[in-house]
């Protein structure tokens, strides 16, 4: 079974940067995605990678973050800078596995402090 496993997150101060990465045990198929969860709101995309190489992010990403993959260390990263407040959630990443089936890690806790 496909696993994901994120790590790089913590706290920082507005303005700050941090770089997520999100580490599969074996091939993903599909998108490659990170998504974000605050307390009491929806999940949202942050970011994907779709199997062709598009890349999209959020409206709320505003030239802020860069994703990006390593395909021969099957992993996911996400660099975000001039980080803010609003940007303080649980992130995880997301990836279909061989079945097409989504799975989701169990995410990374970003604090931005004001």
């Known amino acids: 079974q496909l696993q994901l496993v994120e790590s790089g997150g913590g706290l920082v101060q507005a303005g700050e940067s941090l770089r997520l990465s999100c580490v599969a045990s074996?091939?993903?198929?599909?998108?490659f995605a990170w998504y974000r969860q605050a307390p009491g709101k929806h999940a949202e995309m942050v970011a994907e990678?779709?199997?062709?190489?598009?890349?999209y992010y959020g409206d709320f990403v505003q030239g802020r973050f860069t994703i990006s993959r390593d395909i021969t260390k099957n992993t996911l990263y996400l660099q975000m800078n001039n980080l803010k407040p609003d940007d303080t959630a649980r992130y995880h990443c997301?990836?279909?596995?061989?079945?097409?089936?989504?799975?989701w890690g169990k995410g990374t806790l970003v604090t931005v402090s004001s």
């Open positions: 990678i779709r199997s062709n190489g598009d890349i």
């Open positions: 997301k990836a279909d596995d061989r079945f097409s089936l989504a799975r």
């Open positions: 074996g091939t993903t198929f599909g998108i």
